[in-house]
């Protein structure tokens, strides 16, 4: 009889040696998937990982087990392994590693990890619950400036949803932001023809647009001087403009765009309007740097 509240859930989660690893490793996984976590006592990351991935694997009841061993104790088969820094992490299913990582990841990444073994050994699909929980993991450090780990988890959680658009779209503007429009426009070519106009996916086909067209000044000192001589220089204005959207700060293009509509709303037919309707699609058009521009762009055409 279980007691309420007592921990009914299976002893997975163990402390392995080199010389129990065929055992607690290779033959144990042909029942189920076994990950094994290499670590040291003396590797912070290591201590943050290992709570995070004790928790997912004891959420799986049971369908994957995790094996740690301590690499200054154990280093036979770490080394064999080619284990070059920790924590790293493999995952064994029917005798065999299928799928690793080095690092600490997030705690989302790693649900989907364990999740992907716990399905049909390795062959299911992360829940919705878990993707979402990624895919606002990544918006949120891709917000702050961490461009690779926003894409370590879009990377993610294409492994386990290939057609997921917002994870493309991520993807892709990371690959942007770190410099590589080519690759963002391989990376946004992934998706399915019917989401072609998906929101997100539009806004960052007009930002990878923008850094197409943007010219090469060089650097934005002598615009700036020009502009610093002369603020009237609408020429100059709109090309930092461009320069600025392209290199991602799109709150300083809209700045300079407005600035040449309010002293000649029709300049060169229009093209500081024109520029600024796509500065807003690429920034997203429910994004609050659309809503306020757009709102001062709608005070100086009807004031």
Not at 212 to 238: Q, S, W, Y
Request: glycine share 10%; net charge negative; aromatic share 4%.
């Amino acid at each position: 009889m279980t007691m309420i509240g007592a921990d009914a859930s299976p002893n997975v989660v163990k402390d392995g040696t080199d010389a129990g690893f065929m055992a607690d490793v290779i033959e144990e996984s042909r029942a189920q998937p076994v990950i094994v976590d290499f670590w040291a006592p003396w590797c912070g990351p290591c201590k943050t990982l290992a709570p995070a991935l004790e928790k997912a694997v004891k959420a799986a009841k049971g369908k994957v087990k995790l094996v740690k061993i301590n690499i200054d104790e154990n280093p036979a088969v770490a080394g064999q392994l080619g284990v070059r820094s920790i924590p790293a992490v493999f995952a064994f299913d029917r005798g065999r590693p299928v799928d690793g990582f080095m690092g600490a990841v997030p705690e989302s990444q790693l649900r989907m990890f364990v999740d992907k073994l716990a399905n049909a050994g390795g062959a299911g699909e992360a829940g919705d619950d878990d993707l979402q929980a990624a895919l606002t993991e990544a918006a949120t450090a891709l917000k702050e400036g961490d461009v690779g780990g926003a894409a370590q988890i879009y990377a993610a959680v294409l492994q386990a949803d290939p057609e997921n658009v917002k994870a493309i779209a991520g993807l892709a503007r990371c690959y942007l932001l770190a410099g590589e429009p080519a690759q963002a426009a391989d990376t946004l070519a992934l998706a399915p023809a019917d989401k072609a106009k998906d929101p997100d996916i539009v806004s960052v086909r007009a930002a990878i647009e923008l850094t197409a067209t943007a010219k090469p000044v060089g650097g934005h000192a002598a615009l700036e001087g020009k502009l610093a001589a002369n603020p009237d220089d609408h020429a100059a204005r709109f090309e930092l403009a461009n320069a600025l959207a392209a290199g991602g700060d799109l709150e300083g293009a809209v700045t300079h765009l407005l600035a040449i509509i309010e002293k000649d709303r029709t300049w060169n037919e229009d093209a500081a309007r024109t520029q600024l309707l796509k500065v807003f699609e690429a920034a997203g058009l429910g994004s609050e740097l659309s809503k306020s521009g757009r709102r001062r762009l709608s005070a100086l055409l009807f004031s």
